[in-house]
């Protein structure tokens, strides 16, 4: 059951309406038609705002199946959210990402402020601008949370979220083809010349996402190109086999830097954005982000004293097996410390 079925509060939500097919560029009636039949509308909100000389809209609407949300800019449908009435998927916040006409990027996080309101959180090119309830939490009520985790499936195991991915899968693929691209490209040729293709690569998909809707950049892929823009760098300065070997540690100590800052920071950006990718519902990204930070540290210093001490037969030999395994370990004891499974906090 859904917290706006089961009470009133002091801001009633709107009576739900038909949608009227809307003039050029508005919401279209398939759209309309294909929401509709998740089942009847109970309530709907309304929550407008504007940015960048844009009018935006978001609704809600709230069925016996679950919370819909449309993000509208300038009367047009740009993006949509939904999440049924139980289980781990129904208790996230929905998030909502569009390009404005002047090619500037809105995320909208939308959800629950209490058992019967609503209220949304938006940022432009990442930066807060809009707030409908400012000092209020977007966040399932805590009660309403528990009712509906109740009823999930039992066999999967607390805080897992199986949905993560299948909602970011258009970032997780532009990662990993850049992941593979960089790969091929140092097989075929050298480690200066992939990094330098992986950046002219990052810098192509900024541009081409000014033009689309679809979110590109998501997640961490636009840190991805900043980091490959980096390694272009040294490899541009430094061409000795030591600098290459240290390159790993240097862009190891740049990036652990960074989400060692945005953790402290609570974690708005970075530990946010590597969320994305990570099927569960519990974790708290300024901990992910801490945790990050320090195993980006150890794996710089490792790195550092492996190239110092040893050969450049066991250096390979370490960069290409022992570093994996061992980074994996140590990531899942960072997912544990960011889920509340080490060192957890004390509330009060």
Same mark, same amino acid.
């Given at each position: 059951?859904?917290?706006?079925?089961?009470?009133?509060?002091?801001?009633?939500?709107?009576?739900?309406?038909?949608? +009227?097919?809307?003039?050029?560029?508005?919401?279209?009636? $398939?759209?309309?038609?294909?929401?509709?039949?998740?089942?009847?509308?109970?309530?709907?909100?309304?929550?407008?705002?504007?940015?960048?000389?844009?009018?935006?809209?978001?609704?809600?609407?709230?069925?016996? $199946?679950?919370?819909?949300?449309?993000?509208?800019?300038?009367?047009?449908?740009?993006?949509?959210?939904?999440?049924?009435?139980?289980?781990?998927?129904?208790?996230?916040?929905?998030?909502?990402?569009?390009?404005?006409?002047?090619? $500037?990027?809105?995320?909208?996080?939308?959800?629950?402020?209490?058992?019967?309101?609503?209220?949304?959180?938006?940022? +432009?090119?990442?930066?807060?601008?809009?707030?409908?309830?400012?000092?209020?939490?977007?966040?399932?009520?805590?009660?309403?949370?528990?009712?509906?985790?109740?009823?999930?499936?039992?066999?999967?195991?607390?805080? *897992?979220?199986?949905?993560?991915?299948? +909602?970011?899968?258009?970032?997780?693929?532009?990662?990993?083809?850049?992941?593979?691209?960089? *790969?091929?490209?140092?097989?075929?040729?050298?480690?200066?010349?992939?990094?330098?293709?992986?950046?002219?690569?990052?810098?192509?998909? =900024?541009?081409?996402?000014?033009?689309?809707?679809?979110?590109?950049?998501?997640?961490?892929?636009?840190?991805?190109?900043?980091?490959?823009?980096?390694?272009?760098?040294?490899?541009?300065?430094?061409?000795?086999?030591?600098?290459?070997?240290?390159?790993?540690?240097?862009?190891?100590?740049?990036?652990?830097?960074?989400?060692?800052?945005?953790?402290?920071?609570?974690?708005?950006?970075?530990?946010?954005?590597?969320?994305?990718?990570?099927? *569960?519902?519990?974790?708290?990204?300024? +901990?992910?982000?801490?945790?990050?930070?320090?195993?980006?540290?150890?794996?710089?210093?490792?790195?550092?004293?492996?190239?110092?001490?040893?050969?450049? $037969?066991?250096?390979?030999?370490?960069?290409?097996? =022992?570093?994996?395994?061992?980074?994996?370990?140590?990531?899942?004891?960072?997912?544990? *410390?960011?889920?509340?499974?080490?060192?957890?906090?004390?509330?009060?």
């Amino acid at each position: 059951m859904r917290p706006a079925q089961v009470g009133r509060g002091k801001e009633e939500p709107r009576r739900a309406r038909p949608h +009227r097919r809307g003039k050029a560029g508005g919401a279209r009636l $398939s759209e309309v038609r294909a929401q509709a039949s998740r089942g009847i509308a109970i309530a709907r909100y309304r929550r407008p705002f504007r940015v960048a000389g844009s009018a935006c809209l978001v609704v809600f609407t709230v069925r016996l $199946s679950g919370l819909d949300s449309i993000l509208y800019v300038d009367g047009e449908a740009v993006a949509e959210d939904s999440t049924p009435a139980a289980g781990l998927e129904a208790v996230r916040n929905h998030r909502l990402a569009a390009r404005l006409p002047d090619g $500037s990027a809105i995320d909208v996080e939308a959800g629950y402020i209490s058992w019967v309101n609503v209220g949304i959180s938006v940022r +432009r090119d990442g930066y807060l601008v809009h707030q409908s309830h400012p000092g209020r939490t977007i966040a399932y009520p805590e009660r309403a949370r528990e009712m509906v985790l109740n009823a999930k499936d039992p066999q999967l195991p607390p805080g *897992y979220d199986p949905g993560v991915l299948s +909602r970011n899968k258009v970032p997780i693929l532009v990662d990993v083809a850049l992941g593979l691209l960089f *790969y091929v490209v140092a097989k075929l040729t050298d480690l200066s010349t992939a990094a330098l293709v992986g950046a002219a690569a990052g810098l192509a998909l =900024v541009l081409v996402q000014r033009f689309v809707k679809v979110d590109l950049l998501g997640g961490l892929a636009l840190f991805g190109v900043f980091m490959l823009l980096v390694s272009a760098g040294l490899a541009l300065l430094f061409q000795d086999d030591m600098a290459v070997k240290l390159r790993t540690s240097i862009v190891g100590v740049i990036s652990a830097i960074l989400f060692l800052g945005d953790g402290l920071l609570g974690g708005n950006r970075l530990g946010k954005g590597l969320c994305r990718y990570l099927p *569960y519902s519990d974790i708290d990204p300024g +901990r992910l982000g801490i945790g990050m930070g320090t195993v980006g540290l150890l794996m710089a210093a490792l790195n550092y004293a492996v190239a110092k001490l040893a050969s450049t $037969s066991a250096w390979l030999f370490y960069s290409t097996f =022992v570093d994996f395994f061992l980074m994996m370990g140590l990531i899942i004891l960072v997912f544990r *410390y960011a889920r509340g499974q080490m060192f957890a906090r004390h509330q009060g």
